[in-house]
């Protein structure tokens, strides 16, 4: 499991908004960015790692106080972005044009950089409407060849403190570029957390999570992205609106029904505050876009806690599309959720067919996980 989850157990996002950010963060008295050299080992603005890298500091140490200026700056290709810790809350675009960037976060841990906004589905926008769930997301990236490295990508919208809207979708990232890795990041929000999707229907992007944290309620892993998630933890919240289960769901493919491989959760761990069984592992979202879609989700070699309906772990979220007809798979999962009583409701791997869904096969040609 990952390192940072064993040395202190995740702050989860109702922790980062109700503690504030320097009991969230972790961080020592005073400002973080405070002591001679904010940037760690990663240069800074008289000392650049190459020419290509840019310093963006939230008391002004760096080329820019703000992630957008930055990301606005680094045109083309190649651009490297390291942050000093701080929280920056501002929602962040990364347009198609800036290909194989990096984000690197300077602290040891990913809660000392936090990206975060307050925007959901239902937020109505200045001049009218309202921003749905694609412009809900504090972040978009959708440049290919885009990494990051220890950061916390959030969005601290409430229900509880807007009980008139209605659309409650509140996006922390959405990723639509190919060949996107995530390392030792945090993604945390309620309902549609983590969007991994494409930039459209007939493109199979592929992503890497690796040693990640994710948590949220309803459908908080989501989208038809080729997606691999590796030693990553999901945390499935509490619900104070709700009285009884389901409270949601870990993840809701949308997998192209071209493309032969949506997601793939191998060797990770999924937990909760929840009580016993009142969560779902999956339930497959068909969009009124693609009717065509047949969701793909496999899980395998990873423990499934006590929140997880070991009885019934899927359910539909149509019933035009049940979720028997998806492509839904298991492989030798462990722990209370994991328990097959119900046959029919576990589809489940052989070991010859567990041989196609490797990290491998799922990303091709592209290694991400290899050091360069």
Request: a positive charge.
């Amino acid at each position: 499991m990952p390192s940072h989850d064993r040395v202190r157990p995740p702050l989860s996002r109702r922790g980062f908004v109700t503690a504030g950010t320097a009991a969230a963060l972790a961080v020592a008295p005073g400002p973080a960015w405070a002591g001679p050299r904010p940037f760690g080992r990663y240069g800074s603005p008289a000392a650049r790692l190459t020419p290509k890298t840019l310093y963006v500091h939230p008391a002004g140490r760096g080329d820019f106080t703000s992630v957008q200026a930055a990301v606005t700056a680094a045109s083309g290709t190649g651009r490297t972005l390291v942050f000093a810790p701080g929280t920056y809350r501002e929602t962040v675009a990364v347009d198609a044009t800036r290909t194989d960037m990096t984000w690197i976060g300077a602290g040891d841990d990913p809660r000392a950089v936090v990206i975060v906004y307050d925007n959901a589905a239902g937020t109505p926008k200045p001049g009218g409407g309202t921003y749905g769930t694609t412009g809900s997301a504090t972040t978009l990236v959708q440049a290919d060849g885009f990494t990051a490295h220890r950061i916390t990508f959030a969005n601290d919208w409430l229900r509880a403190d807007h009980p008139g809207v209605s659309g409650t979708q509140a996006v922390a990232i959405k990723v639509q570029g190919d060949r996107s890795a995530f390392h030792h990041c945090r993604f945390l929000g309620h309902q549609d957390t983590l969007y991994a999707d494409s930039m459209a229907l007939g493109v199979f992007a592929r992503q890497y999570f690796a040693h990640c944290y994710a948590e949220g309620d309803v459908d908080f892993v989501f989208g038809r992205g080729t997606a691999v998630f590796e030693h990553c933890h999901f945390r499935t919240l509490t619900r104070s609106d709700l009285s009884s289960a389901p409270y949601g769901f870990v993840f809701a493919p949308s997998t192209a029904g071209a493309n032969p491989r949506g997601y793939l959760v191998t060797r990770s761990r999924v937990t909760g505050e929840a009580p016993d069984a009142y969560y779902k592992l999956a339930r497959p979202w068909v969009p009124s876009s693609d009717p065509t879609a047949r969701p793909s989700l496999t899980v395998r070699d990873t423990h499934l806690g006590p929140g997880i309906d070991a009885v019934a772990p899927y359910a539909n979220m149509s019933d035009s599309f049940p979720w028997q007809d998806q492509r839904f798979a298991e492989y030798r999962n462990t722990g209370p959720g994991a328990v097959v009583t119900v046959p029919e409701n576990r589809p489940r791997l052989t070991a010859t067919e567990a041989e196609s869904h490797t990290r491998g096969a799922y990303l091709g040609d592209w290694r991400p996980y290899e050091r360069p």
